[in-house]
């Protein structure tokens, strides 16, 4: 191990690309798993943690995939152990991504004592039948038993993930969804509309013409969940992203909301681990090779896991700054974005402002600018025009 890094990286994520089967809309890095390669996946990972760990101080851990949940108990014992060892244990907010049908009370009990305290529960959708549609391997049921346990275990900072705009779901069913996955009173809430990526399942049977795309019912649907949340006690503070409890002005900070993410979107460093995961530490952006025999093999052999790497220029990376962080409701206040990126959003993006404002996406004043609730519908075409790819 080196020495401890003066200015150390206070973001941690582990990529876990183990799944039980690929759902038909992923475009995520995962495979089918298997106990062979999970358990040189573990082994890979304390290594590489190992190298990351004088980089790192962690006020933020976050385990995603793929299914972290996934990995047997004995796997998650050696994780930990690592981490405890090399002093990595101990963050504000440690996450893990599970699947409501593969954590056990042995498993949770395991997370709580090492320090994890929030739980991310991808539910998607609480019908039967759009959970088979979509090739999830939980049922319903899954998601009420999950929950009560890890209420029971003491988990006091949980989140439901939903998605919306599935073929097949109509509005009514959604909205029965929206309205089960808000009784059961979780602290935090994310909800992504479907989308169709290349490589998936659902991406062939839209060319295949199987699927009908409703834009319109998408909206509606959008617009269901922003009032459902908000009447359930959530204040939205990034478009897909909702918290309970606002704080006092003028940080209005949520108790609740997502600091890891919160991270990215303000264009913080960060340190990814496993296979296919990003690190971005001073502009420069490197990504772990996404596949995990030859990820294993390299971290076997001593070599650096990587295979891209990039330098952004001080305005390519102010451009993608102030791309993520425009998901925020908050936006970005201007005094912020040029203490985080040296730059003034009022001099470089001046023409993007107005033409965005005049399409009533945007709004600025004397503080700052934010997304209007018909932007934040159009959040990633907005963002868009932030980036200076040629910068
Ligand atoms: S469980 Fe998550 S990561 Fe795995 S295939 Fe399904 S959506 Fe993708």
Redesign the pocket.
């Known amino acids: 191990m080196g020495e401890a890094d003066e200015n150390p990286v206070r973001s941690l994520y582990v990529h876990v690309p183990f799944?039980a089967r690929?759902?038909v809309y992923?475009a995520?890095y995962?495979e089918v798993a298997g106990e062979g390669a999970m358990e040189r996946f573990t082994e890979a990972l304390t290594r590489e943690l190992e190298q990351a760990a004088p980089r790192l101080r962690p006020e933020t851990v976050f385990f995603g995939?793929?299914?972290p949940s996934i990995l047997p108990r004995a796997q998650w014992q050696k994780i930990l152990g690592a981490m405890d060892r090399l002093g990595l244990l101990g963050a504000r907010e440690w996450t893990i991504e599970c699947?409501p049908a593969t954590v056990s009370e042995e498993k949770a009990r395991c997370w709580r004592d090492a320090g994890v305290n929030r739980l991310s529960l991808?539910v998607q959708s609480m019908d039967e039948a759009l959970l088979e549609r979509l090739g999830r391997i939980h049922s319903r049921d899954d998601v009420f038993k999950t929950f009560d346990l890890l209420r029971r275990m003491g988990f006091a900072n949980l989140n439901l993930d939903l998605m919306f705009a599935i073929p097949g779901q109509t509005r009514s069913v959604w909205r029965s969804t929206l309205e089960e996955a808000l009784r059961l009173g979780s602290e935090h809430l994310s909800s992504y509309e479907v989308i169709y990526e290349e490589d998936t399942p659902l991406f062939e049977q839209l060319q295949a013409g199987a699927i009908d795309v409703d834009e319109d019912l998408a909206c509606d649907m959008y617009e269901d969940l922003v009032e459902a949340a908000k009447a359930g006690g959530f204040n939205q503070y990034e478009v897909s992203n909702f918290a309970r409890h606002l704080g006092p002005p003028p940080a209005q900070i949520l108790s609740h909301a997502c600091r890891h993410n919160l991270n990215y979107w303000r264009g913080g460093s960060f340190i990814g681990l496993g296979p296919g995961a990003t690190t971005y530490v001073d502009g420069v952006r490197t990504r772990n090779i996404e596949d995990t025999a030859r990820y294993c093999g390299m971290v076997e052999s001593g070599a650096a896991p990587i295979d891209f790497r990039e330098k952004l220029s001080p305005l390519g990376r102010a451009g993608e700054t102030a791309a993520f962080g425009l998901r925020l409701t908050a936006g970005w206040p201007w005094t912020l974005f040029q203490q985080v990126s040296g730059f003034d959003l009022r001099t470089h993006w001046k023409t993007e402002i107005g033409e965005l404002a005049a399409r009533g996406w945007l709004q600025a004043d004397e503080e700052g600018l934010r997304l209007t609730p018909l932007g934040l519908r159009f959040a990633d075409a907005a963002a868009r025009e932030f980036l200076r790819p040629e910068a």
Do not use: R
Request: glycine share 28%.
């Open positions: 799944c690929k759902c992923c995520f995962s995939g793929g299914t699947n991808g």
